[in-house]
């Protein structure tokens, strides 16, 4: 009886789905549970940038984009029910924003053919296009900022750290420990101690983590961290008075709601980030005049300009790259997943291409080619400014160490290969 | 009318003691299994598959097995999630470690390693009773949990800590891994749910399950007519555990095909296992089934009904489903405190009158 009600109910809804003609992109984005805080703002910058290129200009090359969002809660079941649900509307590429959901959908989406781009998260050996045929992690992936954040604190201390203690605070999943192994790597050269600190799902409790940061005064904090976790051990850092300058997040540590709430003291924490920062861009003039004003903004429309918005912009503004490059290459407009794929793999960015889209200087050059699916691996450190309330770049961008990273990503990629009897491409 | 038993005369003591002793009973069963068996699979896709029938199934035989624990033992438990991570990790040890032995075999074998481990954990049972069981089998949920994330030989040493199922085939045919077919997943998955369905229907009809419900209903009358408590309710989380573990199994295998262990098997799993035993009714191996459909199947329904049809902001969906799941659960243990089986139950009895009540 349930399940005939069931049924009717699904196939009203499956009837309902809109025609497949348009350029589908779905967002698997997280309003809720203790991810919501970053959920939030990267779904609203990957929206409103879509709906600006169909307010503004009518899609790209005269498609129309069609939007579907699929709430995940940052949960790999329902990120699969997503999947599944959406799949079947013709999706181009998936944007999971999770690393748990990326490790589920790297076999189902190589299987279907819909390409995932997994940026600045997911598995990091996916850079190896030669495996990953249908995984993209451009511009920079966890290990490129394992590095840059050595690199960082190399700088400081004027290119010596040996004997130093650094120690990695982090999320205790695939996604935190995914830098351990660069770490590792990067530790036997430089000749600094690693310290290992694990925190468990959600992350709110962290007190016997920064107890032992405390007793031991590490030199260097390094957090991987994401949703609730930061803004706790942001909040412990401060507590135990630990030098915020020597505290460096990664990118997905990096946001203003995991700083607000630890106050003023919690001036000159450092983050890593692989675009610029702030909305001092022309773009956002079109985003007011052409999304907000017009009531089209997504969310509440108050992350306008907050590090994460302009993340998942900017991951949308690639998306949208590597829509226009596949409709140029294939010279159809209405292109599918498999032609989308095309697109990214021979994605371009150059300053010239974000300076005439409004975003100029807004993250680093790089190029997809089938062997590199992760681009070139630049990262630059923002600072938090308690005062202004804004996080600001004190670096240039600069590369990571690839003489380090490049053999563990072919190790990984290679293991990979091997399990699943992957034939290399590109060849 | 439908549920006649009038002219249903039983001649031997097979007739008499089969599970189904109503006629319309029995034929409704047999149609459901021919349904299941012959026509949904020629229906599923990718969708149906994966977010409607194998959580479903999966649960569903999670839910027998806690509900021999807690409904037919009264043992109450909350490491479910645990000793799920347990049969996934056992799976996933035997799929790497002896690739070349049929998945079937590893999913059951990875029910004994839980039913062990389940054992081992139940002893504290013998001495403790009741609220003390559960914060001990809590203690279970999370040393498990941590005992998966801390050593790095049950996940042979990934990099990210993760597990994934390789492609494993049975009769040719793929049921983990990519490139798994839908019905493929379904059919593997529907055999192991009737098989424990049938098996714990029938234990629980038994000796063992008298047994059970003797140390339940009170624990020393029982030792009094002679029930040995040690064997009796290690008994049940052994079997419990069995259950449980090829839950776990299915769930790592053949449902997600990659596991983290904290997120998948966190206490949170221990509570919605438990939920669906207790909305379902405890004791009742149909309301293990109905538990289970309720909490998968609802959400999943009231997600399609209200981004799909009405086309709500996805947040305020979401939020509005915890609201609706949870209001619901209470209004059915108010209004029903022995869970949809009873309404079942009801039901029934009033389908025997029924036209003529009187």
């Known amino acids: ?427 | 009318m439908f549920y006649r038993e009038a002219g249903d005369f039983k001649t031997s003591y097979v007739e008499d003691g089969q599970t189904f002793p109503i006629k319309f009973d029995r034929f409704r069963y047999y149609a459901v299994l021919i349904a299941a068996f012959a026509v949904v699979p020629f229906f599923v896709n990718d969708y149906w598959v994966n977010a409607v029938f194998l959580p479903f199934l999966i649960y569903s035989i999670a839910a027998i097995g806690l509900n021999i624990l807690v409904g037919y033992c009264g043992q109450v438990s909350l490491g479910t999630g645990g000793f799920m991570a347990v049969g996934a990790y056992a799976c996933y040890k035997l799929m790497t470690a002896f690739p070349d032995v049929n998945i079937l075999f590893h999913v059951i074998l990875s029910g004994g390693v839980t039913a062990a481990v389940c054992v081992l954990f139940g002893l504290p049972s013998l001495r403790i009773k009741g609220f003390y069981l559960a914060v001990a089998t809590l203690a279970a949920q999370f040393f498990l949990v941590w005992l998966f994330n801390r050593v790095g030989w049950f996940y042979n040493y990934s990099a990210s800590g993760q597990i994934n199922a390789p492609e494993r085939t049975v009769f040719g045919v793929p049921v983990t891994g990519a490139e798994t077919a839908p019905w493929a997943a379904y059919l593997f998955c529907l055999v192991f749910t009737v098989v424990c369905a049938i098996l714990a229907r029938n234990l629980t009809r038994g000796m063992a399950g008298r047994k059970w419900m003797a140390i339940r209903d009170m624990d020393i009358a029982a030792e009094i007519i002679g029930v040995n408590p040690l064997r009796a309710k290690l008994t049940a989380f052994m079997i419990s555990g069995f259950f449980v573990g090829i839950a776990g199994a299915l769930f790592f295998a053949v449902y997600l095909g990659a596991v983290e262990v904290g997120e998948v098997f966190g206490i949170n799993k221990s509570f919605l296992v438990l939920f669906m035993v207790i909305i379902g009714g405890l004791g009742s191996i149909f309301g293990s089934f109905a538990g289970a459909a309720f909490l998968v199947l609802l959400p999943v329904l009231l997600k399609n009904v209200l981004v799909g049809t009405l086309g709500w902001p996805t947040d305020l969906a979401a939020h509005l489903e915890f609201v609706i799941v949870g209001g619901l659960i209470v209004i059915f243990l108010i209004a029903e405190p022995h869970g949809l089986a009873q309404l079942w139950r009801v039901a029934k009895e009033k389908l025997r009158l029924w036209p003529f009540p009187h």
């Open chain 1, 1 to 427: 009886m349930k399940k005939t009600i069931f049924g009717a109910a699904v196939a009203a809804v499956m009837a309902a789905a809109p025609a497949l003609a348009d350029l589908t992109i779905v967002d698997t984005s997280y309003r809720t549970g203790p991810y919501a805080a970053n959920g939030i703002p990267f779904s609203d910058g990957y929206q409103d940038y879509f709906t600006l290129l169909n307010q503004r200009d009518g899609g790209i090359g005269g498609e129309m984009i069609n939007l579907v969002e699929c709430e995940t809660g940052y949960n790999t079941e329902k990120g699969v029910e997503c999947y599944e649900a959406t799949k079947g509307e013709g999706a181009l590429v998936y944007q999971p924003l999770s690393t748990g959901i990326t490790y589920q959908l790297i076999p189902k989406a190589t299987a279907d053919g819909i390409p995932l781009h997994t940026m600045g998260y997911g598995r990091t050996s996916a850079k190896n296009g030669k495996v990953f045929e249908w995984v993209f992690n451009y511009p920079a992936n966890y290990w490129d900022g394992a590095s840059h954040a050595v690199t960082h604190i190399l700088d400081q201390n004027d290119g010596d750290i040996s004997g130093k203690t650094i120690a990695l605070v982090y999320h205790n999943s695939a996604y935190g420990k995914e830098p351990i192994r660069t770490l590792e790597g990067l530790a036997e050269k430089h000749g600094f101690d690693l310290t290992l600190l694990p925190v468990d799902h959600p992350g709110q409790e962290q007190k016997s983590q920064w107890l032992q940061i405390r007793r031991e005064k590490p030199d260097n904090v390094i957090m991987w961290g994401w949703g609730v976790m930061n803004q706790v051990a942001i909040q412990e850092a401060v507590n135990i008075r630990y030098p915020m300058e020597n505290f460096i997040g990664v990118w997905w540590s990096g946001s203003e709601n995991d700083v607000k709430a630890a106050g003023d003291r919690a001036d000159g924490y450092k983050a890593l980030t692989f675009h610029n920062i702030g909305s001092d861009y022309p773009l956002y003039a079109d985003i007011q005049t052409h999304v907000v004003e017009t009531g089209n903004a997504a969310g509440a429309g108050d992350q306008i300009g907050s590090v994460l918005y302009n993340r998942g912009m900017y991951a949308a503004m690639l998306a949208a790259e590597a829509i226009k490059t596949a409709q140029e290459i294939h010279g159809t407009a209405a292109i599918n997943a498999a032609q989308m794929r095309d697109g990214m793999e021979n994605l371009e960015i150059t300053e010239e291409k974000m300076a005439a889209l409004g975003l100029p200087n807004f993250g680093p050059e790089f190029k997809v080619s089938c062997e590199n699916h992760g681009g070139n691996g630049f990262g630059a450190v923002s600072q938090w400014d308690a005062e202004a309330g804004e996080f600001t770049l004190i670096t240039e961008y600069f590369q990571s160490d690839q003489e380090v990273l490049a053999p563990l990503v072919a190790e990984d990629s290679q293991a990979f290969a091997e399990e699943n009897d992957i034939e290399m491409r590109c060849n």
